[in-house]
């Protein structure tokens, strides 16, 4: 009786001689009491206690006519409430108890037990925590159990609340197996709401969610794109060897930077202000890359991530509790170019791509010898300079191989960027155009003179012309004062008292050439042409000297 509980205590058996029917009774009544008492005041469910049923019998025993009766099996009913919950929980015990079911941790012991208690609600007042690996029903007591059927009943009632990480994680196991919910997209739908409300309360969950998300949709919606559900719930940045071969120009920089061993976003030259140029730059670096590597009849992400060509075994909701309790069809799933899931005769196989440190270094080298770059170009006050060493021996030999030089290729590539960067563009409004257009043509009425007049008129007219310049329009110049940011009319303010434009792009992170191409852009939709230009040192156009500084004091 070693594993006996320790609350139980042994009862001595009485001489049945030396007792009446009664003292036996009231001896029995009394142990059974005291059992009911253990087990409502502690966690100790009264199944446990092994008490042997005992029946007494009316009629004496033939053996020993001396004695009034003789002990017989008969069954004692106790004077506690029934409790119905408790009988629940028992019943759902047996179905972990046969031979079959003997490990509490089995998979399929877990699924039969959810699948009884899936419609189980509960009220309980009381709070009982509970911490495990591999939580299941089976391990729980009457408390835990009550505990967590009561949490659940709000959690599907929309409420969400804090509570021990291992309910959580017995919640998310039902939902895997789709226990209580309608279909495969309504356990979807609740295992996204469940995971982005409780990751506020313990993050701890992700590494594991993150991985069963993917499942959820290989195993249960092979139909889905994955892809539009990750880019939907934001969240492709969290499977980079799945989504790095087809980046675009929105996604390339945040998810290339999660992969990267270098962080550029805790750089001084990171900021608000210079994201736009860095997160274009390394796209355009990138296709770069792309088209430099696919020329030699490869992939440059295969160098940053670790392709598994050969199919392997694959197990679907690894390290949870998940039975497959359905048959799965022969099928193959695509989840991105290097993924990809196959099933067969119930059996499912798969080929991927693993991030590794070796590619997290190359994606780093590639991020900080781009930043360097831009620092010369955009005359940030401080360098940097990025070591090709950094890199594994393999990553600098195979590179060596293809012939292919990350160093000059990435400098050769930031300059091409920065020079279509800074390229000035000249765009005038369709609006602008009709008035100047208007304009002109007002001028040329005013000089043409009609043959039948005399000479004189035409003297009159063309000296009248050359005396009276066309102003331009005050209001215009409100249009285009108004138009400019703050910091555009600052910098405006500094370029006509001839003092450093330069130092302060610089101090804000903004390149002069674009600065400069903004305020260009504005004056051209406003009064019809540009203002100004920029080869290293700023020139304001003559004609338009006065108006700027008017607008620059104003």
Known sequence: MKSMNKNYKSTPIPNRANLTKEQVIQKLRSTVDRIMSASRNTSIDFEDYPFAQIEIADTPDKRDESVAFSPRAQTIQSDAPRDNIRIQFTEMRRLGNTAEYSNPYKAKTFYNQALFMKDFEDDYDGVSAFSSFFPNYQMMGYEHLRTYFTWRTQVRKGNITETSVSFAFLYIYELINNIGVEDAQDGLNKLTKFWKAFRAFNSDIDKYVLQWLKDYHVYYLPENSFRDYARQERIMLHYPAVFGYETGKDDSFELFAEVSKYNIRESAFYSEQTHPVISDCFYFILNRL???????????EDFAFYVIERETSWTPF????????????DRQVIVSEREIYTCRRNLWTYRTALLTDRGGALVGYVMKAMEAELRKKLKFKYKISANENSLDSETRSGLAELGISLPELIARSVADFYALYTRTEVRVSTQSLARIRKEALDTQGKLIVPDNEPAQAEEKVMRSAAVTKPKPDTDIWIQFRESL???????????MRGESFETFAAERGIMPEVLIDGINQKAADSIGDTIME?????????????????TADS
């Open 534 to 550: 920029y080869d290293g040192a700023v020139c304001v156009y003559e004609d338009y000297t006065e108006k700027l500084t008017e």
């Open 318 to 329: 690894n390290r949870a509790l998940f039975y497959p309790v359905t048959v799965q069809p």
């Open 290 to 300: 792309r088209e430099e590597f696919a020329g030699r009849g490869k992939h440059f």
């Open 485 to 495: 940011t703050q910091t555009e009319l600052d910098a405006l303010a500094l370029i």
